[in-house]
Structures are given as C-alpha cells and as structure tokens.
T-cell receptor, first 113, second 112 residues
Framework: QKEVEQDPGPLSVPEGAIVSLNCTYS??????FMWYRQYSRKGPELLMY????GNKEDGRFTAQVDKSSKYISLFIRDSQPSDSATYLC?????????????FGTGTRLKVLA | DGGITQSPKYLFRKEGQNVTLSCEQN?????MYWYRQDPGQGLRLIYY???????QKGDIAEGYSVSREKKESFPLTVTSAQKNPTAFYLC???????????FGQGTRLTVV
C-alpha cells in the first residue's frame, strides 16, 4: 500500500464550478499537510499548509484535514481556467524525526472556459 | 526576492557523462532536498540535507551524488552510473522548524 493515495484524474470541470481534490494516507503520525499547484514544466508552488486536523481558508481555496479518517481535501471555489494544473498533496512529520515529505502522484485538473 | 534558483533549465547529457545540477536558495533555510519527477510517479526523493556538511540518501540515491558545503547551495551530480537519468529534477528547501517546503523551477535533463 502506498503511503499516500491520490486520484490522478484528469478532472475536467466547467468554469465557476467547485472543485474537490482529495488524498488518503496510511501513516497516522503525519502532522503537517500541504497542497501544491504545478503548471506544466514548472516547479510546484505551495498553495496551502495546515497543521493537524481542521480547516484553513485562503481566498478561493480551502484545505481540510481529517486525521481520524486519514483524509485531506482541497476545495477550489469559482474555478477559473488559470486553475488548470496538476495538484499535489504532501505530508510530513512522521515518527522518524526527520522533515521528509511524502507526495501524492498529483491530480490533473482542467477548467473549461 | 527570496527563492530557490535551479540552473540550467534544460540540460543534455551524453552517455557516460557526469553532469551537475545547481540549486541555490536565499531563504536562509536549513534543509534542502532533491527530487526526481517522472510522469505518473510523483516526486521521488534522491537526497536531502538538514544541515551543512551533512546529507542523507533518499529513496532513489543510486547513481547520484550531492554536497552541502554552504547553507545556500546543494548541487546534485548525476553520474554515469544512473542508467535512466532522463527526468525533471526539482530542488526544494524548508526551514526545519516550520516544515513547508518551497521548490525551484526545475531542471529537465535529457540523455542524448
């Protein structure tokens, strides 16, 4: 079983839709959760960072962490064509004491104008 | 502007040749990382360093080498022992205390 599972998509939605992106993980020791956006042939850009369980909102983006279910989500409201990219989840803080990151394989999102 | 600079953006390697990818950061971060990204496989950790003059192997270190002589620099050498080096290479850094990782814009290495 992979440590992090993420649906690869592609996910196609019309402009203005609410998008839900998700990851599940197996290591209950993870404490820090991140979402990155990656445009083609570019480096990942940090979108959201949360610690432990709960919600965090930043503009059109909301990150949710449910540690009891080992499930994290990223919601994008009023999606725009410029949101078309690959979204990577990442997590860290396992019991090894090192700050290594475990990444999902990414979900490709296409927002249609 | 603070950030991570990777160079070159594109690199071509001949069979049997070693090449070095540059990564420089001015974020004053302690930890630096090298990842390899292949289609459908996500990011795989090659090497990481949490302090100067110390580094650890990641999941796919064979055929790669690194050094960390300065806090701001973490170059990656792809040696001739790496049999399938064509990939997109990403350098990242983090302040160990706060954990968010920030990435450079990547180097695309192609074997010709």
């Amino acid at each position: 079983q992979k440590e992090v599972e993420q649906d690869p998509g592609p996910l196609s939605v019309p402009e203005g839709a609410i998008v839900s992106l998700n990851c599940t993980y197996s290591n209950s020791a993870f404490q820090y959760f991140m979402w990155y956006r990656q445009y083609s042939r570019k480096g990942p850009e940090l979108l959201m960072y949360t610690y432990s369980s709960g919600n965090k909102e930043d503009g059109r983006f909301t990150a949710q962490v449910d540690k009891s279910s080992k499930y994290i989500s990223l919601f994008i409201r009023d999606s725009q064509p410029s949101d078309s990219a690959t979204y990577l989840c990442a997590m860290s803080g396992d019991t090894s004491g090192t700050y290594k990151y475990i990444f999902g394989t990414g979900t490709r999102l296409k927002v249609l104008a | 502007d603070g950030g991570i600079t990777q160079s070159p953006k594109y690199l071509f390697r001949k069979e049997g040749q070693n090449v070095t990818l540059s990564c420089e950061q001015n974020l004053n971060h302690d930890a630096m990382y090298w990842y390899r990204q292949d289609p459908g496989q996500g990011l795989r950790l090659i090497y990481y360093s949490q302090i100067v003059n110390d580094f650890q192997k990641g999941d796919i270190a064979e055929g790669y080498s690194v050094s960390r002589e300065k806090k701001e620099s973490f170059p990656l050498t792809v040696t001739s022992a790496q049999k399938n080096p064509t990939a997109f290479y990403l350098c990242a850094s983090s302040n160990v205390k706060y954990t968010e990782a920030f990435f450079g814009q990547g180097t695309r290495l192609t074997v010709v």
